[in-house]
């Protein structure tokens, strides 16, 4: 009997479209689980720790990795599609992943070459989860010196992300006035998470401050090529911003389209119709059904422009290091605008929910306000105005926003 060779080999290797399509759906199952207990995990408050080993249990952390290291090969842009999907079911966690996702990231961006396949091949093979001591405000109070024959770090940060829980850190500090990126294992001494996260929201993210006294940092822990000051940034070095950015979108993205569901799910099984709407099941309650309307439409027009965004910032990152100014202008402004957009729309589905499933759905038992209360507590981190006001300034001054860790 003969057999297809080319059908045997298609079948031992999957595609990557097969190998992403595989991702989601491990996504969606972890979004399920999440779900389930998403208002009482929220209650109790406590580290994400489980978490985080259930991201790593389905295979998750690697995604972007190539295939030979033990990942699935993905594209930054299909990753956080895979964010979007976990933000169905928790925020915090979709949190957590879009920032470990952006994190590993950095070391293409701005490592040597050996620095960057080093890492991803650790990555692949250990499943490893980023934290990130990244927050750009006040990061000159973080601060790298030369001692011996390596470098110590020195100083705090008043915002961190999953830094307690991560196999790897990610860090930003002043070296000499300048900027430096920082690939550090967990466990070095001297470092400390300061476990001082109280906020309304994003209660699962491991954040909060850290410190640092006298860690010990090796040469080859810093990326890029010596020296370590005096250079200028590419602009497609400068598409650092942009990953972080894009993943905001996507959990807002996210967390907006699991709360309709979730709304949806609660007003079939509970609701009540208005006494005056002259119908018997809340289904079928007029305004209820203009406001599902409403809200569907505006969630899944944001969500097209998160796709658009998505698709932007891959193509800049696709070009590689030759990247224009201009073309990194185009794909910032198309994830600015996505931001611009799922911010508004996603805010303001969260609370409008509430009138499709009603007075009964403010419950606390239910934990529906932490949708809200997620989406608040980050957005503020990182104003939308100022998103506009860089959309509205390319449009019509042809002026780029100017690089910095948040733009």
Not at 106 to 116: C, M, N
């Amino acid at each position: 009997m003969s057999v297809n060779t080319e059908q045997q080999t298609f079948t031992d290797h999957p595609s990557r479209d097969e190998r992403f399509a595989a991702a989601l759906r491990r996504a969606d199952l972890v979004a399920a689980e999440l779900r389930a207990t998403a208002a009482e995990r929220d209650r109790a408050n406590r580290s994400p720790r489980n978490e985080v080993e259930l991201l790593r249990a389905h295979d998750l952390l690697q995604v972007q990795e190539p295939v030979e290291y033990g990942g699935d090969g993905l594209s930054y842009a299909q990753a956080s599609l895979i964010t979007r999907r976990i933000a169905r079911g928790d925020t915090s966690i979709a949190h957590l992943i879009g920032y470990h996702y952006a994190q590993t990231r950095i070391a293409p961006l701005f490592g040597t070459p050996e620095q960057a396949d080093a890492l991803s091949r650790r990555n692949g093979q250990e499943k490893l989860f980023w934290g990130g001591v990244q927050n750009p405000r006040g990061g000159s109070d973080l601060v790298l010196t030369r001692s011996g024959d390596g470098f110590r770090l020195d100083g705090r940060r008043s915002f961190a992300s999953g830094a307690s829980l991560g196999d790897h850190l990610s860090v930003t500090a002043a070296h000499e006035g300048e900027l430096v990126f920082i690939s550090l294992p967990a466990g070095r001494q001297g470092f400390r998470a300061l476990g001082d996260w109280d906020n309304i929201g994003q209660r699962l993210t491991d954040s909060g401050g850290v410190e640092f006294d006298g860690t010990r940092v090796d040469r080859a822990e810093i990326l890029g090529p010596d020296p370590l000051t005096g250079r200028t940034l590419t602009a497609y070095q400068t598409l650092v911003t942009p990953h972080w950015q894009l993943a905001f979108v996507n959990f807002y993205t996210g967390t907006a389209e699991g709360a309709l569901d979730e709304a949806l799910d609660w007003t079939r099984l509970r609701g009540a119709p208005w006494e005056t709407s002259g119908v018997d099941s809340a289904a079928e309650d007029p305004y209820v059904l203009q406001t599902v309307g409403e809200v569907r439409s505006e969630i899944r027009a944001a969500a097209l422009l998160a796709d658009r965004a998505g698709e932007a910032l891959q193509a800049a990152l696709d070009t590689g290091p030759s990247l224009t100014d201009e073309q990194r202008a185009e794909a910032a402004v198309a994830v600015y605008e996505a931001k611009y957009l799922t911010t508004k729309v996603a805010l303001a589905a969260a609370s409008r929910l509430f009138e499709i499933q009603g007075a009964r759905a403010t419950t606390s038992a239910y934990g529906f306000d932490r949708h809200w209360r997620n989406l608040r507590t980050h957005t503020l981190h990182d104003p939308v105005a100022y998103k506009a006001r860089e959309v509205g300034d390319w449009t019509l001054n042809r002026r780029a926003p100017q690089f910095s860790l948040y733009r």
